[in-house]
């Protein structure tokens, strides 16, 4: 009997370890006034898996949602004022994204899938728009702080 049931477990533990994982689907959403004031995207900040989905969703209108730096090898992504926008973030990385009409405000956010691959590409990036940021420029920052390195 002993010999069966540990057959049994040893085949279950191959079965779940070869068992893909399903997929995330996380929701951002595009607000005149968060938690951290007025212009924010709420969280700013996603930590996702390669295949998981980010919806954006305007709350409130005269947004939208374009990405600043992805990943080598990723298409940028721009989605149409007022509407709801789906990307499924395919490769490792931090994407950096805005609200154009918006960004000035710091209407900024980030999403980092795995490792953190290209965070000094984006660091780099980021210096390039902290000119624009006229209003809360913190917030890239407290973006990009919560971005962890690689387990």
Known sequence: MKRPLMTLAAAIAVMLSVTPSVAAEHKVLMLNYGKDGGM???PSYVKAEPGDTITFVPE???HYV???VVPEGVTPWKSK???AYSVTVDKEGVYLYYCPPHLMMAMIGVIQVGAPVNLETVRQKAEKLR???VMKG???EAALAQVTPAP
């Open 40 to 42: 924010v995207f709420e």
């Open 60 to 62: 409130n209108s005269s």
């Open 66 to 68: 374009q990405s600043y």
């Open 81 to 83: 004022l007022d509407e």
């Open 131 to 133: 000119p624009k940021l």
């Open 138 to 140: 913190e917030r890239l």
